[in-house]
């Protein structure tokens, strides 16, 4: 229970510090017999990779090698072992942050917990870890797709920029087509737009991921503690800057009445409606999945901030480094990964 | 895994069905050598019970009884295991859903992956099991209070009528004056209007609960999978009904600029805002941890609704049975219950 | 991870002190729409049962109630709670034990661990929570016999006296003839002369218990750190009073040269011999599993012995209390039921 | 659960078949702010390392990396992953076995199991993957040393040339004067003799470990379920070719009787005797903790063997590739590895 593990049948450990030589992960419990493809996992990658315009200048090309659990292309049902070089990490652009904490890091708490820490790029609480998150979750999603399952994210919110569109009216395959990862090109575009705003001003800003699952098979998931939403629930704000959760319509449920949001089931057991979200008492009823999660703004300014130095001394400096301007589109895959995992994890048990 | 045990090292197990003999629980891992007050499980039970004006009208006396783990009222840090007889279960009152699943309830999932169910009051995902919860709870609050950590959740939501103001303006201690559990008496006022309109129309209401924990040690958490962040979003959307979950200025933060927002160590350790809600990189900073738990209107409503027979006719009925109008205040102490559990694990692992 | 959970997804939680007003249990993940044959359950927990003559004059009835996730009969897939009451418990005869610590008993390091302990009748870490685990396996049968598994255990050593034929040449249903549960009537009337002269000389004995599992699938088990082998002797080893474990030839294999025992796999896939006792790589190879568990005897005697007081004093005294000369016989349906789960929790990871 | 991860708050996950590029692993929950002593990790790898005279050819140079968890040679409390390269594999040599299952081997239980395998030197099966285990387990010494534990293995049976002596009238520091881990130098010169003629003649044999522990703090350990000896002999019963576990007087005890047993607690709270092993109710009371890890020999014989084709066929064959005569000398270090991970878990738990 140190943390880096999750999962209980499809199990994942991570390892892996920003600045270290190389991150990684160990997937424990993948079935054996499948031929991964290679091409959809360096796709997932892809898309958490930093884009041109608003990203972190940092290269991350992630070269991805696989050192055990497969054989002439195929799993063997033991442990999936891949590490991810570190390169291009220019550690001494950090040197000066070894005494120093920065606001709304994790720089203070990890010193307190551990009494030390990799203070190079924010170590393991650097969101560079996500990247082994994103490959055990394209191996999740190979082990779901075959159940007929797909896990589909996309960016509705950022800063003000809100897609109201509920995502039944979307059509999720144009997500692709910029590189916020918004379906809508015209809310894609007042986006861009503020985020140019944000990036001239120095400064960061947060954003909402929606995310969408099809065909998850009814009976998954499991009664109160273990519930499905309480699974994705936790492996939601488990992403680093992830500070709120919901499913179906969510907190916009507190203020409904009950006769509006009732989902009845029809003669033919298909839902009239799901204000539900596709779970009923912590079990698949079905219909499509979805929730959102929201992410605060990245607390890496490109602007004068103040610091605290490790004696208690104030201190203020434009930090240096290469962020992104809003990390919220490199988080689609992110939270896509984690679906999956808990997905893979919930269809295993219920086999 | 299969859903009805929570926590590491604290570890609670429940069990019980709505309308059978008992439910109960079994916490394993309390501390030895603690004397444990009954008179605050017993407060904190009473908090759960349903109230006389907008509850079901099920008397819940909730008789427990420990039948291990303590001795001359010390606990033995062995398992102490607890029942609560469920009187007046009116079982006939639900015959007729034998053969029946309800809307927006859990009748229909459970059916499917059990192929069975106790469907007398909803069996085992009737909110009846929280009772046990709570008793868990209280017993996980006496081992951390000794640590300085309180748990004070409250009703800051139901429906449309909204407790705006932030927790720190607020004198949690004037919770307890209404039977809402609102600390501010004209809110209460108005959510009480609203629950007599709602009840009158024989309809029901969602809401939110607000949590705060004062007293959190630095450097409780861990990092990556297990952040706090990620275990009391697990804990909370493991609760019946729950919808959504944030922390600290949550889903606001996806609207916010990073340069709005960051949160300031001082010369003197301390914080100068506390926007991430007392948490960074997983781990406690120091400062209060707040949260919010967004609930949906509870679908047992004293109205007609449709409803599905198990061979797929369609019938309309007055669904008959106890049920409350809004179930958000009696969630009060069951979000405090989780949060406790939560709490408790982490220390004994911080240990 | 206190100590009284145990299983992944067939969890058993057990609780109860010798002298609490019960002892119980709860099984989380049994398969829902089983018919539970509760005179299955009786009978193991009968063979458990104190016998007339060698054991302790304890009358356990073992009043078995069950208090959920049953309904009309059948599992409902929810946690079975069950309890058994502590009657005749003579709790007054444990009183001079309160500050004495006896000799090879869990007195000192219970408290030096907790530091308060029940004394009453060795408190939790009686030989009495064993019944439990009795239920809890029987129902762990039920689950894996439609499977075609079945677990026999039988005694096969006390004190000096050995059953040394392998049990391939007994026929086991001859076990139930004695009150010794061991298969040989011979060698059973030399164990009973034994028995009886201990008894004369207020002394105990130990013994050995062999068990063998039919019908194991192949493929049964998992690799690495949780091979079958292990699973089983972590589960026979938490038996009170067991010294030791081994499977296949054993202890017996440290001395043989590997090409007097090598199991050959014939043209049919059935194997020549089995000296491996059924698994290989942590992995049932549908062979025959067995294995053997050694106890010590019991540590109470019926004779003057050294005792330590809490505060050093030593003192001599013959212990009251009503104990067993040899508990062995009475460990078989508890060495059944221990492997009846690790084997229930396999198969359901195995599905 | 799929079988590669091993402990709870010490969590150790491990990787890598035989042949694959590397063999490695993660350990999870090592404390902060510890220097690591590297030369102690390859003092204990040396020690598993073939040796020359009877020992596989095949030479393991284990060069080992650390990938993460440690900062300017110190452990950040961050996941320590670790790869040790497979150099000198002679896949080639494995050729034939990809249609074939070798007698007494795993190829048949992974071949049902998991549908595929990496036939190539036994794949995730051999033995090789217990130099992760060393290098985990040798990290886990580094964190109960400075609790005043030591763990020491010795062999002390090969065939039928036993070393009777308890291990306290032995002087354990010759232990290396010898590559066979033998403290008494006669005994081990009989060993050695043994080896050559079974060596001569193309055979192996098997043997026993014995493992002892000094300084466990009193109060180590959990009761029922994870008691201390249960979490070890899971751990020993998950070593390759372990076919037994017994500590204290183990197996013997089931001769003896209670009157010939007993260990008293003395005036000074030290025991007179320690027949138990050092553990009472599952709890260590303070005095060495010893046990026995029995090994059956290798099966891979150094002469023709029959074997079964896929298809059923049989043939005969003597199997080449690079075998020990004697694995047990080599278990050794991995006997301490497992119990050292055992131990700075459960000391993790009591902290």
Chains 1, 2, 3, 4 share one sequence.
């Not at 997937?27 to 959809?40: A, T």
């Not at 696989?66 to 002439?72: H, K, P, T, V």
């Not at 550690?91 to 000066?96: G, T, V």
């Not at 507190?254 to 079990?283: E, K, P, T």
Request: with cysteine; glycine share 10%.
């Amino acid at each position: 229970m140190a943390g880096n593990v999750i999962g209980t049948l499809f199990r994942f450990t991570s390892f892996g510090e920003s600045h270290g030589s190389h991150i990684g992960g160990v997937v424990d419990g993948c079935p054996s017999n499948m031929v991964l493809d290679m091409d959809k996992i360096a796709d997932d990658l892809s898309r958490r990779r930093p884009k041109a315009r608003f990203s972190t200048s940092r290269v991350e090309e992630d070269r991805l090698h696989f050192l055990s659990g497969l054989y002439e292309g195929k799993t063997l049902g033991t442990p999936i072992a891949f590490i991810i070089e570190n390169a291009s990490q220019h550690s001494a652009d950090y040197e000066w942050l070894r005494d120093c904490y920065r606001p709304s890091h994790a720089d203070y708490t990890y010193q307190m917990k551990y009494g030390v820490r990799d203070h190079r790029g924010g170590g393991r609480a650097s969101a560079r870890e996500t990247a082994a998150r994103v490959v055990a979750g394209s191996i999740a999603k190979q082990i779901i797709e075959p159940y007929g399952m797909t896990v589909e994210a996309y960016t509705s919110q950022i800063g003000d920029i809100v897609l109201a569109n509920h995502y039944t009216s979307l059509d999720l395959s144009k997500r692709d087509a910029n590189e916020l990862y918004c379906p809508d090109a015209d809310v894609a575009g007042r986006m861009m737009n503020l985020l140019g705003e944000v990036q001239k001003d120095g400064d960061t800003v947060g954003g909402v991921v929606t995310c969408v699952i099809k065909g998850c098979p009814i009976g998954l998931g499991e009664p109160v503690f273990d519930r499905l939403q309480a699974a994705l629930a936790a492996a939601m704000m488990s992403i680093p800057s992830a500070k709120g959760f919901d499913y179906g319509f969510g907190f916009g449920m507190a203020a409904m009445r009950g006769s509006r949001c009732l989902d009845v089931l029809d003669a033919d057991f298909s839902f009239r409606s799901n204000h539900s979200g596709g779970i009923q008492g912590g079990i698949a009823n079905g219909e499509d999945i979805f929730f959102r999660v929201a992410f605060k703004p990245i607390a890496s300014l490109a602007m004068e901030v103040p610091l605290t130095a490790v004696d208690g001394t104030m201190m203020t400096k434009k930090i240096g480094g290469r962020h992104d301007v809003c990390q919220v589109p490199r988080a689609v895959p992110v939270v896509e990964a984690m679906a999956a995992m808990v997905l893979a994890d919930m269809l295993l048990m219920a086999r």
